[in-house]
């Protein structure tokens, strides 16, 4: 199995985001050399959004991370794929996940539902190579290995991402996103930072991610120690914030998905100042 070519770097923000930009905005974040977007949330399965995006674009690629298999059946979701492929051959992964189980009342238990959506996908004709699971656990970790191209991690450490590549083995897809600030002022960052962690901090599956990874319930309690903070949330000079997203890829990652966390108009600026310094121009 090929493994998906997004590049060393992509970025990452929610699907609603993307649509906001101008067909120029994603043109420059293309031409600035990241080599895919990523949109996250919990898209309907018509994924309608996805087409003038790759249309406005030359060669970026999109991935959904990810699509919610409580919320989005997979037979739509299937006839998305292969219409979007059929479109723009070979420029759409497609990520799916769990999200969080805690907003679903189902009572199948996530790994099952993986499991089986999987397999509706594998039904409808989607290739296994075109697909990527959110994960963080061994166990789905492992399914995403054995039954998908691999794994895209969120909210996690290079610690994870080479744990996660052990895991895996060599040939599977890892692609770890990460959020950045880009501020040099610690204290100022760290409160960004903490704003976009606070959901997650109700979360069970994130919560004993980090604890795997070493940190405290004292950590992970709200709102965040400083510490979980500056491990999950990369701030400081731009040539700083560049060295902790290489991190993942000495430790194993494939492609890192980059989550700037400022407002959509200062999303390319930002990109922009940050390209240089990850070797993309």
């Keep these: ?11 990452f923000g929610h699907y609603s985001q993307w649509q906001q930009l101008s067909p120029g905005q994603l043109r420059d974040i ?7 977007i990523w949109a996250g949330g919990s898209p309907p399965a018509e994924l ?51 999200g969080h189980p805690e907003a679903h009342t189902e009572y199948k238990k996530p790994y099952d539902a993986l499991n089986d959506y999987l397999g509706e996908l594998d039904q409808h004709g989607v290739p296994k190579d ?28 290079p610690e994870h991402t080479r744990g996660a590549r052990e895991l ?31 959901i997650y901090l109700n979360l069970a599956n994130y919560l004993n991610n980090w604890k795997r990874l070493g940190f405290t319930d004292a950590d992970v309690a709200k709102p965040g120690s400083d510490a979980l903070v500056d491990a999950v949330v990369a701030h400081g000079t731009t040539e700083a914030v560049a060295a902790r997203l290489r991190e993942h890829l000495s430790a194993g990652a494939d492609h890192v998905p980059v989550q700037v966390l400022t407002g959509t108009d200062k999303l390319v600026p930002a990109l922009a100042e940050l390209a240089g310094p990850l070797g993309l121009q």
């Design 168 to 198: 895996i083995g060599p040939d599977a897809f890892l692609a770890p996103e990460h959020k950045v600030v880009l501020m040099t002022d610690a204290d100022r960052a760290r409160e960004v930072g903490r704003n976009a962690l606070e």
């Design 48 to 98: 309608e959004w996805v087409d003038p995006i790759l249309g406005a674009t030359d060669s970026l690629q999109l991935a959904t991370g990810i699509v919610n298999v409580w919320t989005a059946a997979a037979a739509p979701v299937a006839d998305s794929f292969h219409r979007i492929e059929k479109q723009y051959p070979g420029r759409f992964l497609l990520g799916i996940g769990v």
């Design 130 to 157: 075109r697909i990527v699971v959110a994960a963080l656990g061994p166990q789905v970790l492992k399914l995403s290995a054995r039954r998908s191209a691999g794994a895209h991690p969120y909210l996690t450490t």
């Design 1 to 11: 199995m090929t493994k998906p070519n997004l590049g060393a770097f992509g970025v």
């Design 30 to 36: 293309e031409g600035l050399g990241y080599g895919a």
